[in-house]
C-alpha cells in the first residue's frame, strides 16, 4: 500500500536558522507529492508539491525537491521566522489510474517551533 | 482562489444530538470532496470521500450511518454526525478537489465537543 514517512519532531529552531524535514514515500505508480502546513487551530493549507521526478515545488522559502530514485521529497527552507511555526504534513496522491479520486496519504505530521 | 469554508468553526452539542457540519467550496465547482477526523497532535485520518451526485464511499472503520455525508452540490457537502458521543469529539476537516488537477484545498475545520 502507500505510506509516508515523516522525520520525528518536535524540530525546534532559532530564527534565522536552515530547516530540514524529511519524507520519504511508498507508492505504486506515479504519485503527485505535496507538503501543507497547519497552523495552531486552523486546518491545512497548500505548502508546495511536485507532480513528477525531478521537479521543484517552492513557496514562501520553502523548497522539496521530487526525487524517484531515493523516493523523498524532503523540505527545506534556508532562513526560518518565528511566524514559520505550525505543524507540516508531506502527502501523496497515488494517481492509480483516476480511480483513487485524488485520496491524499498522509505523514504523521512535524511539529516545528522557531524561537527569536 | 480555491477557498473552502467550513461552517461552523466549533461546535459544543449534548450526548445523543445530532450536528451537521457545512462544507463549501466558494470559488470553483468541488467534483470531489473529502471528510477527514483529526486527533490531538497526530495526522488527518480520511473518513470518506464524496462525489457530486452520488453516495460517499467510506474509509474501513468509518460508521456510514453514524456519519452522514451528502455531497448535493458543486459546491456543498454536509457531514451529520448522529447520536454524537463523547467519543466522536474531534476536529473534522474537509477538502475539496475540482474537476481539473489532484490538489486538495482544505477548509479551516470544525472543532467538536460532544459533553
Known amino acids: 500500500g502507500n505510506s509516508v514517512t515523516q522525520m520525528e519532531g518536535p524540530v525546534t529552531l532559532s530564527e534565522e536558522a536552515f530547516l530540514t524535514i524529511n519524507c520519504t514515500y511508498t507508492?505504486?505508480?506515479?504519485?503527485?507529492l505535496f507538503w501543507y502546513v497547519q497552523y495552531p487551530g486552523e486546518g491545512l493549507q497548500l505548502l508546495l508539491k511536485?507532480?513528477?521526478?525531478?521537479d521543484k515545488g517552492s513557496n514562501k522559502g520553502f523548497e522539496a525537491t521530487y526525487r524517484k530514485e531515493t523516493t523523498s521529497f524532503h523540505l527545506e527552507k534556508g532562513s526560518v521566522q518565528v511566524s514559520d511555526s505550525a505543524v507540516y504534513f508531506c502527502?501523496?496522491?497515488?494517481?492509480?489510474?483516476?480511480?483513487?479520486?485524488?485520496?491524499?496519504?498522509f505523514g504523521q505530521g512535524t511539529i516545528l517551533t522557531v524561537h527569536p | 482562489g480555491a477557498v473552502v469554508s467550513q461552517h461552523p468553526s466549533w461546535v459544543i452539542c449534548k450526548s445523543g444530538t445530532s450536528v451537521k457540519i457545512e462544507c463549501r467550496s466558494l470559488d470553483f465547482q468541488a467534483t470531489t470532496m473529502f471528510w477527514y477526523r483529526q486527533f490531538p497532535k497526530q495526522s488527518l485520518m480520511l473518513m470518506a470521500t464524496s462525489n457530486e451526485g452520488s453516495k460517499a464511499t467510506y474509509e474501513q472503520g468509518v460508521e456510514k450511518d453514524k456519519f452522514l455525508i451528502n455531497h448535493a452540490s458543486l459546491t456543498l457537502s454536509t457531514l451529520t454526525v448522529t447520536s454524537a458521543h463523547p467519543e466522536d469529539s474531534s476536529f473534522y476537516i474537509c477538502?475539496?478537489?475540482?474537476?481539473?488537477?489532484?490538489?486538495?484545498?482544505f477548509g479551516p475545520g470544525t472543532r467538536l465537543t460532544v459533553l
Open positions: 502527502a501523496l496522491n497515488a494517481n492509480a489510474g483516476g480511480t483513487s479520486y485524488g485520496k491524499l496519504t
Open positions: 477538502s475539496a478537489k475540482g474537476r481539473l488537477g489532484d490538489t486538495q484545498y
Open positions: 511536485a507532480t513528477k521526478a525531478d
Open positions: 507508492a505504486t505508480g506515479y504519485p503527485s
